[in-house]
């Protein structure tokens, strides 16, 4: 790919949502990358080189929410169109480990793709989803600040590991590649 790529996490910050269903977003970065991170006001950032393309990772500071400011605010930073920019977030609408990975399209209800929606000011942009499931009963918002259950933990740990090989793919050979690898060769059984 040529220029810069943001792939952005979403997430809360703070230690009381580090391990919530809502951050499979910062999971995925820091699948990607294990180093020290860079700290702006309203996200962390690393940048390496991946699959051949310049890199920026981005986990927002601006809790879900708004996480909008920060993937315009880095967008601006490191001069990245929409359609280069990966947004990876957790989906109540798919199942606990499945993938989905769009080149376009609206947030489903996900608050924090409503923000980078409103924000870039298109639905032009990819996005990478990791299936959490709804919950049977009770508040879908305590559901999605929850953490994962003892025995949901091991599909999460090989959701995540899928979504990063996504990215990977996705910088290498390009979204198109990606998308057919993440959507159906690469679910689980």
């Not at 996200?43 to 809790?63: D, H, N, R, S």
């Not at 305590?142 to 259950?149: A, D, W």
């Not at 590991?161 to 159906?184: D, H, I, Q, S, Y």
């Amino acid at each position: 790919m040529e220029g810069n790529v943001l792939v952005v996490g979403l997430g809360n910050p703070g230690e009381g949502y580090e391990k919530t269903r809502h951050n499979l977003g910062f999971y995925v970065l820091d699948s990607l990358y294990d180093g020290d991170w860079e700290k702006e006001e309203i996200y962390m950032y690393a940048e390496q080189e991946m699959g051949g393309a310049a890199v920026v990772l981005i986990k927002p500071l601006t809790y879900m929410n708004l996480s909008g400011l920060a993937v315009k605010d880095a967008s601006e930073r490191w001069k990245v169109p929409p359609e280069l920019i990966l947004v990876v977030s957790d989906d109540v609408d798919l199942p606990l480990g499945r993938l989905r990975l769009r080149l376009r399209g609206g947030p489903g209800g996900h608050k924090g793709l409503a923000s980078v929606v409103s924000a870039l000011g298109t639905q032009e942009f990819p996005r990478l989803r990791l299936g959490i499931g709804r919950p049977r009963e009770g508040d879908l918002v305590s559901y999605v600040l929850s953490p994962f259950e003892e025995e949901e933990l091991r599909e999460v740990e090989d959701m995540v590991e899928r979504a990063a090989e996504a990215v990977r793919k996705f910088l290498r050979e390009g979204p198109e590649a990606a998308m057919r690898w993440a959507n159906t060769r690469h679910q689980k059984n």
